[in-house]
C-alpha cells in the first residue's frame, strides 16, 4: 500500500513491506519513480525481505522541492532517504540504488557504512574530477535530457526510450512518470553535481566500501561507459566478485530481464542478510 510521510516539510510517497531489519532500500533513477521496483519489491516480500521504496522529490507522487535549488540534490536525495529509513523503522537496509539512485546510494554509505549492502546498477562511482565523468558517460542524442529542465516532447520521449528501451514493454506509467517529473529537479541536480559542492568522492566511497557490493552493468547501456568499470580498484574486495557484466541488458536491467536480475537480487540479499 502507497503511503505519505512529510519529512522536513517535503511529502513523500512510499512503500513500505516486510521485515524492517531485513529490508532493501530501492532508489530510483532520473525522471522515474518506485514503480520502476514493482517486481522486485514482490519477489523480495515473497523471500522473506522487506522492502521500502520511493519517490525522490519531484518524482512520481512526491511533492514538489519546496526550495528546488538545495533540495534537488544528490546529497539532499541521500539525507531525504536516510530520514524515511529512520521513520519508518527500517534498520541497517541494503541500499539498492539504480543510475541517480545508485549515485544516492553510494552518497549514503559515504555518510556512513552502517548499511548491510550497496549494490548499484547504471551507475558509473565518479570521483572528485572531471575526468572521471568525461570517461564515465557516453554521449548520445537524448542524454543530455538528464540535464534539462524543459526537454521538448520529443527530446522527453527520446531519452525515455533510451533509459528503458531495451525492456521488452515500457510500462505506460514509467513514462507518464517521467512527463510528471519536474523538470527542475533535473537542472538542479547536474548543475549541483557539477559544482562539486557537498559531494563524496563516490570513486574511492567504492573502492574501500567494508561491506558488501555489488556492481551491474549492462553492455547495452546507452549512458554508461562499461570500459570505464575497468579503472576501478577493487583490489579490496578479492574473491567477493562485486562487479558483474550484464552481455544482453542495457540501463534497466530490472525491467530488461527481471527473472536474472531479481536472481542476483535475492543472491546479494542472502550474502548481506544471511550469510
Not at 519529512?7 to 525522471?31: A, C, E, M, T
Not at 534539462?148 to 527530446?155: K, N, V
Not at 563524496?200 to 566500501?209: C, F, G, K, L, S
Request: glycine share 10%.
Amino acid at each position: 500500500m502507497t503511503r505519505d510521510i512529510t519529512l522536513g516539510g517535503q511529502r513523500i510517497s512510499y512503500v513500505q513491506d516486510g521485515p524492517r531489519d531485513r529490508s532493501v532500500l530501492l532508489i530510483h533513477g532520473n525522471s522515474s519513480s518506485k514503480a520502476a521496483f514493482r517486481d522486485q519489491c514482490a519477489q523480495l516480500v515473497q523471500s522473506g525481505y522487506g522492502v521500502l521504496a520511493f519517490d525522490l522529490p519531484g518524482h512520481g507522487a512526491s511533492a514538489d522541492a519546496l526550495n528546488p535549488a538545495e533540495d534537488y540534490t544528490i546529497s539532499a536525495y541521500a539525507k531525504t532517504a536516510a530520514a524515511l529509513c529512520e521513520a519508518t523503522g527500517v534498520t541497517r537496509p541494503l541500499l539498492c540504488g539504480w543510475s541517480l539512485g545508485g549515485h544516492v546510494a553510494i552518497q549514503m554509505a559515504g555518510e556512513t557504512p552502517d548499511y548491510a549492502g550497496l549494490m548499484i546498477f547504471g551507475t558509473p562511482p565518479i570521483g572528485l574530477n572531471l575526468e572521471d565523468a568525461a570517461n564515465a558517460f557516453l554521449p548520445g542524442e537524448f542524454n543530455h535530457v538528464t540535464g534539462l529542465e524543459t526537454p521538448s516532447e520529443a527530446e522527453l520521449s527520446g531519452y525515455l526510450s533510451a533509459v528503458y528501451g531495451a525492456a521488452a514493454a515500457i510500462p505506460d506509467e514509467l513514462l507518464q512518470t517521467g512527463v510528471r517529473t519536474d523538470g527542475r529537479s533535473r537542472a538542479f541536480m547536474v548543475q549541483h553535481w557539477q559544482s562539486g559542492q557537498d559531494l563524496h568522492d563516490q570513486r574511492a566511497i567504492v573502492e574501500t566500501w567494508p561491506g558488501p557490493l555489488l556492481i551491474l552493468h549492462g553492455v547495452k547501456d546507452p549512458f554508461v561507459s562499461a570500459d570505464y568499470f575497468s579503472s576501478l580498484d577493487l583490489t579490496s574486495k578479492a574473491g567477493t566478485h562485486p562487479f558483474k557484466l550484464l552481455e544482453t541488458v542495457g540501463h534497466a536491467p530490472f525491467l530488461e530481464t527481471p527473472s536474472a536480475f531479481n536472481r542476483m537480487l535475492l543472491d546479494f540479499c542472502e550474502t548481506c542478510f544471511d550469510a
